[in-house]
């Protein structure tokens, strides 16, 4: 174990655990990170005559960080600076390294798109937590979000990713893509989650959501002219 530097020390005399470290804490401790680099590490670089790449795991907690709190890459850089629980979780003393900049954030995310690791990471977390007993229960809770980017985001044919629209929300425009969810209400874990463009109404999504076995269904405003499944 690596000998902690005065960067990652503190001479604060009160402290408290925050809810983000909680939570950091916790997912520390139930996601099977060895298990997610094994999918991932077939096509992770590997080391050469040049620099030496990142720590695998390292990157991947990166990259959970950025779902879970909907950094960008420059964002999670930025915070990776800023939170010493996020660095604690990543595995980052300042005081011997840099965190890693928003262009290998980047290239690490791309690299799992283009091998469409992202669901497979997905269910790997699922079928871990469940066999930890972690069930999924007869209620679900539904809920979208839309993922804004910049309206001059351009596919490699300087077009406009055919993938993402134009939507309004309230008096606000935004262009990009929808990420909808189903959450267990009892546990909180979701359990599925469907990808759209922003424009896509949030009840289209439902039957993809369900699990099949749920009683109940529980969802905002948006989800209230959908009284049955497709």
């Known amino acids: 174990m690596k000998q902690t530097t005065l960067s990652a020390g503190s001479f604060d005399r009160y402290s408290k655990m925050t809810r983000r470290a909680a939570f950091l804490a916790d997912m520390d401790r139930v996601v099977p990170w060895a298990a997610l680099c094994t999918l991932i590490e077939p096509v992770y670089p590997k080391a050469g005559n040049g620099r030496p790449p990142i720590g695998l795991e390292r990157m ?9 709190f909907n950094l960008s890459d420059p964002a999670v850089e930025e915070a990776l600076y800023d939170s010493l629980s996020m660095r604690e979780f990543v595995g980052i003393d300042l005081g011997r390294e840099a965190a ?6 980047c290239k690490f995310r791309h690299l799992l798109e283009t091998n469409e690791l992202g669901k497979r990471l997905f269910e790997e977390v699922g079928r871990h937590l469940q066999s930890k007993g972690m ?6 809770i539904v809920d979208a979000t839309i993922i804004n980017a910049p309206s001059s985001t351009k596919n490699q044919s300087k077009a406009r990713d055919p993938e993402m629209h134009q939507t309004k929300k309230g008096n606000q425009w935004y262009f990009g893509m929808k990420a909808h969810i189903g959450v267990d209400s009892k546990t909180k ?21 369900l699990h099949g076995n749920e009683h109940r269904v529980y969802g905002d405003s948006a989800y209230s002219s959908q009284t049955k499944r497709n």
């Open 60 to 68: 991947l907690r990166i990259y959970f960080l950025q779902n879970w």
């Open 189 to 209: 874990l979701i359990h599925s989650v469907v990808a759209t463009p922003a424009n896509v109404h949030d009840k289209h999504a439902i039957p993809q959501l």
């Open 100 to 105: 890693p900049d928003e262009t290998t954030v």
């Open 135 to 140: 069930k999924v229960s007869s209620g679900t």
